[in-house]
């Protein structure tokens, strides 16, 4: 039967609006999967090639060059050298303990590697600890032959690469130890004050390879951000099991700052020969700027010895060492100051106004207070003495006297115009702000009141007073400048300057100062100066000084009657400490030093010609000449410089410019 017309033209359009339908739906699929397809393929392109990337490209971190650090001169004091190390990456050595313990048994059978560096290398391997995608140093310091093993036996060593780095070294070994210091690994507890300090988001990445090495003490230590640099990175490709197949672009990192310092290698190589086996400090600084030349604690130690990894052994020779040469004495040392104090003692009593430069003090021997006896040192005492003659043969009755009348506070004043108990700013470790007490001082620290055998004490450097050996060059330097010299060691940074604040006037009246500078010529070159034996022989370099001697323990009563033993009688930790400070030249100071010598005896015979010594070393520039010294000592200099070249590098001290 056929269809009315009607009912066909329905059904055709039925169908298409169906056909319009399936296409329109068709038609959007298509598009929507091409704008897909265009998203996927454009847009994200570079997120996918990354991904892919993931597969076969690491991206890994290159420890930039750690900057250099030189003397004065120019001389290197710290550098590196070419490091043949082999590191290992968790990743790509294998997924299980078992596998990675298999990659480092068949490495140990090509390199010397103990148990304990197989065991050592399983723990910083385990990812609880690392990153799997950290690479770990496992051996370093390898000889050429080891290296080269290492890279052809590659195939069979999943995950270990051979890497050629940098690696601090010393060429000075001992010499700078404590100025300078030593790298080593980042510790747990260096990243905890890290972060505690700059936040955790901003610690430097680098500190996080394993093994990676930064300032432990010293210049390295204070200077750390500026010796270390900033990393670069390398993207290298690797097969399916984790080989490096090429390396495909790098980019370096940026080098440390080079730092160049105020010390002369040379005066320092001399002063620490010098001072031998003592256990001892010596400073020296320049009177001007601040410059220290020299700064000196023995006995010192080898700082490769801890880039490399100290022994065990070769650790606890250093901190059973009852000479103590881990200890900067420089810096950390505080003694007491013994009669180089009465400098301070006279400038407080002349600046109060209560004595001046012709005040007689009689001295009988002793002096005594509220029933206590207070003793010089010449039993029979020096009889009518003046401030001149004071310091010149170290009269104790004098200070303790012209003490009672300026009082601690005014001591303690200028204690601190001088450089007393203060902590200087050097980028050194653990810098003692020393003890110049007062009245209130005492109240806080032990809630008891400052009595008078506390002044008399004070006034010639025992009782609480202590102080550096770095302390006490700043205060001789004051005193031959007559202004606030500042101590400085760095001088430049990538031979830029540091510049020199021009130091502030002392506050003290140039007559007095004049008077006190007097009485330290006097000490050395006067006929009864308890320091002429040090003194030097040329009249361009005349020095002025004042030794100390500084009491460690308690007199017995009989001592006290009788006088005390001689310290050569005693044990060595009993003797009394050995100091000395001064200056040269005497008419246009140039340079100041102290000298401390532990348990070492008498200033004057001790510490006075290792102080003379190190200011000629400085004043010539060399050897110092045997004309410098005084006639009948001769002989002895000839021998003891004829020794000491024994022991100085060959070539590394000339002779003396100035003769």
Known sequence: MRRAPRDTEATARSVTRRALLMGGGMAAMVAALGARMRFLGVEQADQFRLLAEENRINIRLIPPARGLIQDRNGKLIAGNEQNYRVVITRENAGKTDAEVEDVLNRLSNIIPMTAQDLADAMKELNPRVNSAFVPITVAERLSWTDFSKIAINAPALPGVSPEVGLSRVYPRDVDFAHVVGYVGPVSEKDLSELKEKEGAENVDPLLMIPRFQIGKIGVEKWMEDTLRGSAGTKRIEVNAVGRVMRELDREEGLKGKDLRLTIDADVQNFVQARLGEESAACVVMDVNNGDIIAAVSSPSFDPNLFVRGISSADYAALTEHDHRP??????????????????????????????????????????EVGGIRFNCWKRGGHGAVNLKRALSESCDVFFYDVSQKAGIDIMAEMGHKLGLGQRHDLPMSAISAGTMPN???????????????????????????????????????????????????????????????????????????????????????????????????????????????????????????????????????????????????????????????????????????????????????????????????????????????????????PEASKV
């Not at 510490?607 to 000592?633: E, F, K, V």
């Open 439 to 653: 009245k209130a001082w005492k109240q806080e620290k032990y809630q008891k009141a400052w009595v008078i055998g506390d002044t008399i004490n004070a006034s010639i450097g025992q009782g609480y007073v202590l102080a550096t050996p770095l302390q006490l060059a700043v205060m001789a330097s004051r005193i031959a400048a007559g202004r606030q010299v500042a101590p400085r060691i760095i001088h430049s940074v990538n031979d830029i300057e540091v510049p020199v604040a021009e130091a502030e006037g002392l506050g003290v009246d140039g007559s007095k100062l004049r008077a006190v500078q007097m009485g330290m010529f006097e000490v050395m070159n006067g006929a009864h100066g308890t320091g002429r034996g040090s003194r030097i022989a040329d009249d361009t370099m005349l020095m002025c000084g004042k030794s100390g001697t500084a009491q460690v323990r308690n007199f017995s009563e009989a001592e006290k009657l009788t006088g005390a033993r001689k310290n050569e009688s005693l044990p060595w930790r009993m003797r009394d400490h050995a100091l000395f400070v001064g200056f040269a030249p005497a008419n246009a100071p140039r340079y100041a030093v102290s000298v401390v010598v532990e348990h070492g005896g008498g200033g004057s015979a001790v510490a006075g010609p290792i102080a003379r010594d190190a200011l000629l070393r400085a004043l010539t520039g060399g050897i110092p000449p045997i004309s410098a010294y005084p006639t009948n000592q001769h002989e002895s200099i000839k021998n003891m410089l004829n020794d000491l070249r024994l022991r100085l590098p060959d070539g590394s001290q």
């Open 326 to 367: 881990l200890a900067n004495k420089v810096v950390q040392g505080a003694y007491p100051p013994g009669s180089t104090f009465k400098m301070v003692t006279a400038l407080a009593a002349l600046e109060a106004g209560v004595i001046d430069e012709n005040t007689n003090v009689r001295c009988p021997g002793f002096i």
